[in-house]
């Protein structure tokens, strides 16, 4: 337990170096669009190329995958009625909530974990490679299509495939099938440049708690609280009961996509709405409240089923 306490410290000391670098005036107001940017555009495909390029693509085909996804599905799909029917939120606002509610950080936290409570790390990739693969190519396209005026099919595909994220999780995902290897001397320059994506991403993050008030009124509060009680209680309860009831799951594989889904909000949903400049607040806050949340979530679950 000590060793997840540890990854969950280091993410945390990462956000209070931003928060820190912003309160101290060492990076000004103009830091936030300028790291949105870089970490959208060139960090993140890089990082997504050198992990998509030597993972196990056929991953995608394991028993865990159609519960991970069926369970991340429902409470989206729970997130935007109840958003745009009681709530009265536009597409793009309810897209980025409904991200928030079901697209868990697979990487940074849910690989240390997989290895620490499931004794693999492989046991994160299907849900990732799912949510590369699928989530944000449709959120994106969605986002794209709203905020931008993207309304034509052959605009939507444009700036869909067209977009870095995309570009860089379609390669990787090309070289891993073809099962070609690359040389050092073409992975390593991408790997130094991707391994910059993780701590710039939660320093961003951290830049953006400074000067304003977590939770506060007016900034989407009960968004944020829906969302993070789909993520954190709905989700694993889905998970657990589709795996059990309805694809007779049991021990190591039941615990491993409960575990899965009890994991926080990703990082990636508060770059989606960085870049789109859409309920930023509502991504921000439930980031952090699920990330602090998820740590009794998980140890309850690792009690009760591990």
Request: aromatic share 8%.
């Amino acid at each position: 337990m000590i060793d997840i306490l540890t990854g969950f410290a280091v993410i945390a000391v990462a956000v209070l170096v931003g928060w820190v670098a912003a309160r101290t005036g060492v990076v000004g107001p103009e830091a936030r669009p300028v790291l949105a940017r870089l970490n959208f555009s060139i960090l993140g495909p890089f990082l997504l190329f050198s992990v998509l390029s030597t993972a196990d693509v056929h991953a995608l085909f394991s028993a865990l995958l159609p519960v991970s996804a069926l369970a991340a599905v429902s409470v989206m799909l729970v997130f935007a009625i109840v958003s745009s029917a009681i709530l009265r939120r536009g597409v793009p606002r309810t897209t980025v909530g409904a991200l928030a509610s079901g697209y868990v950080n697979g990487n940074n936290i849910g690989i240390p974990i997989a290895l620490y409570l499931l004794g693999d790390a492989a046991y994160s990739a299907p849900i990732v490679l799912l949510q590369l693969l699928l989530f944000a190519p449709v959120a994106l396209a969605v986002l794209g299509a709203t905020v931008e005026g993207r309304t034509s099919v052959g605009a939507i595909l444009r700036s869909t495939f067209t977009n870095p994220i995309i570009i860089g999780s379609l390669l990787g995902v090309l070289v891993s099938v073809s099962g070609v290897e690359l040389p050092p001397i073409v992975m390593d320059p991408i790997e130094l440049v991707g391994h910059a994506a993780v701590p710039l991403m939660l320093i961003a993050y951290g830049i953006s708690l400074h000067g304003q008030r977590m939770f506060e009124p007016g900034s989407g509060l009960r968004d944020v609280v829906l969302a993070s009680t789909l993520k954190l209680a709905a989700m694993p309860l889905v998970a657990w009961a589709l795996g059990a009831f309805v694809f007779g799951l049991s021990g190591r594989d039941l615990y491993a996509v409960t575990v899965l889904a009890a994991l926080p909000t990703a990082q990636n949903v508060f770059v989606f709405a960085q870049r789109y400049q859409t309920a930023e607040l509502v991504a921000r806050d439930t980031v952090f409240l699920t990330t602090v949340g998820s740590v009794p979530v998980l140890l309850l679950v690792s009690v009760l089923l591990g």
